[in-house]
C-alpha cells in the first residue's frame, strides 16, 4: 500500500466502499468514532487529539468569562480582531503554507519560533500537516480527511476521526513522517516512543510548549488590559479553533460543485476561492490549491491577502530568506487567457446581435 493511501489512521466506517466510493457514516457513526478516539483511559495513544480538545474546552471557559463578566464592545472588537484576523492569517503562514507547503524559508529557526508561537498556540503541528498532504493527493476522493461529500460533521470532526497518523506504521513509513515535519522544528518521538504514544509529537514537550506559549501570552494581555483583555483574548483564540474546523467544508463547496467561471479556475477538485476566509485570512482556497507552495494566494487586486503580506514584511526584515510566488503564472496560465477568451466569445455575440 503506498504511503499517502496508509499515513493515516483509517476510522472504523473506512474511507471508502467496497465499490470504492467514499464512505458516508451516518452522525451518529461519527460521534461514536469521535468519543472513542478521545478516550485516554481506553488508549492513552489518544492523548493528542484529547489535549486538543481539552484546550478548546479551557479556552471556551475563557469565552464564558468575556461574555458574562467582562463583556464590553470594545472588547467585542478586540476579540473580533485577534479571532479572524490575527488567528486567521497566522494559521495561513504557519500551518498551511510554511508547516506543510514549505512556501518559504526561514532565515534562522530564531525568526520560524516567532512565528509559531506570536499567537496562541492551538493546533498541534502534527495534526494538520500530515493530514493536510493526503488531503492535495486525494482532494475530494475517497481517502481526503476533510471530504466535503462526508458531511458537515465528517470535516468538523476529522481533527479526531480523520487526521491523525495510523498507529502501526513500520519503522521506514515512520521516518518519512518524520522528515515530513522536520523543517517545522518539531523534535519527533523516536521509533520507540512513537509505538508507545502513537504519535509524532511528544507529550512531554507538546504540553510544556502549550502551558509556556499560553502563561507567556496570558502574562503579557493582562499586564495590558487585566483578566478582562486576557479573557477576551483567550476566548476568541478558542472562537477561532472552532471555527476554523468548519473551513474546509465551506472552502469546497460543501460537497457540491459551486466553482464559478473567472473566479474559480482550478478544476480538479471543487474548493472554491471565497470572499470572507480570503480577506480575513489569506485563504484564497481555489488559488491555492492551484499553487499549493505558493506563499501568496491572493493573486488579483481585490483579492487581499493578509498572510502573504507578514511573509513579505519578514522578507523585508531579513527573517525569510526566500519565498514562491506563483502570481506571474496564474495571471498567464489562466487569468489573461480567460480574459482573452470571454472578449473573442463578447465580440462575435456582438457581431451576431449585429
Request: aromatic share 16%; glycine share 8%; proline share 4%.
Amino acid at each position: 500500500m503506498a504511503f499517502i493511501d496508509s499515513v493515516l489512521r483509517e476510522p472504523s466506517y473506512g474511507w471508502k466502499t467496497v465499490e470504492g466510493d467514499l464512505s458516508k457514516p451516518t452522525p451518529g457513526a461519527i460521534f461514536k468514532e469521535f468519543f472513542k478516539r478521545l478516550n485516554i483511559f481506553a488508549d492513552r495513544k489518544n492523548w493528542l487529539s484529547f489535549t486538543s480538545w481539552m484546550m478548546i474546552v479551557v479556552l471556551g471557559t475563557c469565552l464564558g468569562f468575556f461574555i458574562f463578566k467582562y463583556f464590553s464592545w470594545s472588547l467585542v472588537l478586540v476579540a473580533f480582531l485577534y479571532s479572524m484576523v490575527v488567528m486567521g492569517s497566522h494559521g495561513t503562514v504557519w500551518y498551511h503554507r510554511y508547516c506543510t507547503h514549505r512556501a518559504y524559508k526561514f532565515r534562522n529557526p530564531v525568526w520560524r519560533f516567532i512565528t509559531q508561537n506570536i499567537t496562541l498556540k492551538i493546533i498541534p503541528e502534527e495534526i494538520y500537516v500530515i493530514s493536510h498532504h493526503v488531503h492535495h493527493a486525494k482532494s475530494d476522493q475517497p481517502g481526503d480527511p476533510y471530504n466535503a461529500q462526508g458531511g458537515f460533521l465528517y470535516c468538523f470532526l476529522a481533527d479526531v476521526n480523520h487526521q491523525p497518523i495510523a498507529q502501526n506504521m513500520d519503522e521506514n513509513s515512520y521516518g518519512r513522517c518524520v522528515k515530513l515535519m522536520a523543517h517545522t522544528g518539531q523534535v519527533s518521538n523516536t521509533y520507540a516512543q512513537y509505538q508507545k504514544w502513537g504519535t509524532l509529537a511528544n507529550p512531554v514537550r507538546t504540553i510544556g510548549g502549550i502551558l509556556l506559549n499560553w502563561g507567556f501570552w496570558y502574562f503579557v494581555f493582562f499586564m495590558i488590559g487585566g483578566h478582562a483583555l486576557a479573557c477576551t483574548i483567550f476566548g476568541a483564540a478558542g472562537f477561532w479553533a472552532v471555527g476554523v474546523r468548519t473551513f474546509n467544508y465551506e472552502g469546497h463547496g460543501k460537497g457540491k460543485d459551486m466553482r464559478q467561471d473567472g473566479t474559480d479556475y482550478n478544476r480538479d477538485d471543487m474548493s472554491i476561492n471565497q470572499l470572507w476566509p480570503g480577506i480575513v485570512a489569506g485563504e484564497w482556497h481555489n488559488n491555492h490549491h492551484l499553487y499549493p507552495k505558493s506563499a501568496r494566494s491572493g493573486f488579483l487586486p481585490h483579492q487581499l491577502d493578509l498572510a502573504w503580506c507578514y511573509i513579505k514584511l519578514l522578507n523585508m526584515l531579513g527573517g525569510v530568506t526566500e519565498y514562491h510566488d506563483s502570481k506571474k503564472k496564474f495571471l498567464q496560465n489562466y487569468y489573461h487567457p480567460h480574459k482573452e477568451a470571454k472578449t473573442v466569445i463578447d465580440t462575435k455575440k456582438l457581431v451576431a446581435a449585429k
